[in-house]
């Protein structure tokens, strides 16, 4: 059978599990009880089928289910549907893992230009990446493309939005994308650095394939987005069908599911299409275990059948001390992400900005 295999943690007690797992499997393709299953092809082909059941170390169940693909009718919503829908609003389970046929790998395709094409876009092509956001929520386009042009000329490699930019009467998208993309071409012709600068796509789906629209007919070499603010099945459709860029996803609302972290990051945006995948890491203000981290990092950079390998950008809320530390942890295929603490002495960003490209370039070569 040509399946999907999913993994949940099961939060019940051990004599439970194997009941809890084919309710899942139940709940997950046909929702009607199992002796309502009659028609032969129903059975054979479309009911999913609890493979495995067993103790994880803390004493919770994990168990995994194969879902013949075609239940996922190669459908980017219908996917989500099968892996985690109705179960998702049971507080006893949560999706840790998932396997997936070549069949799903080719029809999703994932990355269009991945690890290689963002350091092709860059120019860099063997150490670790810088990025850092222009903010706060409340500064005009000019003042934006103050702190783009300043980052620019440290030598930082991408500049993006934040995530809270949207397009605001204050900082309307359409001017804030052309007047920091004029800025980045002025650094570039006094420097000779080209800073790529990634506006923020955000709002409805015909607002954010609008603002796609603008930002490539303006000059942008990348955008970024929040997958799960304006939903998985439009991300993949802006990475897959509709992007001529890089696409970074944003973290933001990723916190209001019950996917396991390195499941949905690593895999899940990676599957969908996302270039780069920004998350809060171990070295922040919200403290994900290295494990963890370690974990999201290897399923967005190993081999994935066809799919092309993502960068990890670990942010939240990173600090310049952390710039060594975590170059040796990630290793040279990660950007890293700094934003406020480039701002945090007024007067000296540009200095503070410089020695993050240096620790940055000394500890890629450490």
């Not at 219908?78 to 999706?95: I, K, Y």
Request: with cysteine; net charge negative; aromatic share 6%.
């Amino acid at each position: 059978m040509d399946a999907l295999r999913v993994t949940y943690r099961l939060e019940v007690e051990a004599g439970e599990a194997e009941e809890r797992a084919e309710a899942i499997a139940l709940e997950q393709t046909v929702e009607v009880p199992r002796v309502v299953v009659r028609d032969p092809f129903v059975e054979r082909e479309i009911l999913g089928r609890v493979e495995s059941v067993s103790m994880a170390d803390d004493g919770a169940s994990l168990a995994t289910i194969a879902y013949p693909a075609a239940t996922t009718a190669f459908d980017p919503a219908q996917l989500l549907n099968v892996v985690f829908g109705m179960t998702s609003l049971q507080p006893d389970a949560r999706c840790v893992d998932l396997e997936l046929p070549t069949s799903l790998l080719e029809a999703f395709s994932g990355p269009r230009f991945g690890v290689e094409g963002l350091r092709k876009l860059v120019q860099v092509p063997d150490r670790a990446l810088t990025c850092t956001a222009v903010k706060p929520m409340g500064l005009s386009v000019e003042a934006l493309a103050v702190l783009l042009r300043t980052f620019a000329r440290a030598g930082i490699d991408v500049v993006k939005d934040d995530q809270g930019l949207a397009d605001h009467a204050f900082c309307p998208f359409e001017e804030r994308v052309r007047t920091c993309l004029r800025a980045a071409a002025e650094v570039a012709e006094e420097t000779g650095h080209h800073a790529v600068y990634a506006p923020n796509l955000i709002g409805t789906p015909s607002a954010v394939f609008e603002q796609l629209h603008i930002a490539e007919d303006l000059g942008a070499r990348a955008v970024m987005t929040s997958p799960m603010l304006i939903g998985l099945p439009v991300f993949w459709e802006l990475c897959a069908e509709r992007s001529s860029l890089p696409v970074l996803a944003h973290p933001s609302f990723a916190g209001a599911q019950r996917f396991a972290t390195d499941l949905l990051f690593g895999s899940l945006l990676r599957l969908y299409g996302a270039d780069a995948v920004i998350f809060v890491g171990y070295a922040g203000r919200f403290g994900t275990p290295r494990a963890v981290c370690d974990s999201l990092a290897d399923r967005l950079r190993r081999p994935w059948g066809p799919l092309l390998p993502a960068l990890p950008v670990p942010g939240g809320g990173v600090q310049l001390e952390n710039v060594e530390e975590l170059v040796s942890f990630y290793g040279r295929d990660v950007m890293l992400l700094v934003g406020g603490s480039l701002q945090i002495e007024e007067g000296a960003e540009l200095e503070r900005s410089r020695a993050f490209v240096r620790s940055v370039g000394e500890a890629s070569r450490a």
